[in-house]
């Protein structure tokens, strides 16, 4: 079974506007972290934001935020105000267990290609 | 500045040739990765090392080897018995400790068979 499905492939935006990429997980892990990371065309991977299992509020950071749904195992990225410079492919990402016994290993969902439109 | 050097960036291999990727960071973590991307596929790991000297496989590591005999230092080979080597490559680090702590990662380096 896939642990975190993205499930589009890709999303158009108006600059300007919101937009909201989805991610699922499945974990039976009571501790994990899930992250988002975004990859522009040139191919390097970008930490956006980063939301722990056992956190009460939302992460945000800047005009990204994590709309975190623990009990529908949803962990959406919310970007505000989009600008042309968000076009790029952009993953979810989750770690499971604590710290001890596995690093900081991380498994990836298939992505979604945002493009910005003028 | 402090980060993650891969090199080549781009790199061709004849088939039956093993072929060394390079990865160096500064930021003096603990612990590497190694990923491999395809189109559609999203990231893979291959390797991942959280100390000096020690390695565990990851999920697609056939084909593949590491060492790690170095903090700083983690590099692929990706050997003759890799069926299909052409991919993206991308190594990581991060810290051991915490609870929100990111893996950072290199430019990636691309690998074509020919």
């Known amino acids: 079974a896939q642990k975190i499905t993205q499930t589009q492939p890709g999303m158009f935006v108006q600059e300007k506007e919101a937009v909201t990429l989805d991610c699922t997980y499945d974990?039976?892990?009571?501790?994990?972290?899930l992250f988002w990371y975004k990859q522009p065309s040139s191919g390097e991977m970008i930490f956006l934001i980063y939301?722990?299992?056992?956190?009460?509020q939302n992460a945000t950071e800047g005009r990204y935020s994590l709309n975190f749904q623990k009990a529908r195992k949803s962990a959406n990225l919310v970007i505000s105000a989009s600008q042309l410079g968000d076009s790029a492919m952009y993953f979810c990402a989750m770690r499971e267990g604590g710290m001890t016994g596995g690093g900081n290993k991380l498994t990836f969902g298939t992505g979604t290609q945002l493009k910005v439109e003028l | 500045d402090g980060g993650i050097t891969q090199s080549p960036k781009y790199l061709f291999r004849k088939e039956g040739q093993n072929v060394t990727l390079s990865c160096e960071q500064n930021l003096n973590h603990d612990a590497m990765y190694w990923y491999r991307q395809d189109p559609g596929q999203g990231l893979r790991l291959i390797y991942y090392?959280?100390?000096?000297?020690?390695?565990q496989k990851g999920d697609i590591a056939e084909g593949y080897s590491v060492s790690r005999e170095k903090k700083e230092s983690f590099p692929l080979t990706v050997t003759s018995a890799q069926k299909n080597p052409t991919a993206f490559y991308l190594c990581?680090?991060?810290?051991?400790?915490?609870?929100?702590?990111?893996?950072?990662f290199g430019q990636g380096t691309r690998l074509t068979v020919v």
């Open positions: 974990t039976s892990d009571p501790s994990y972290g």
């Open positions: 990581a680090s991060s810290i051991q400790t915490g609870s929100n702590t990111e893996a950072f």
């Open positions: 939301q722990g299992s056992y956190d009460q």
């Open positions: 090392s959280q100390i000096v000297n020690d390695f």
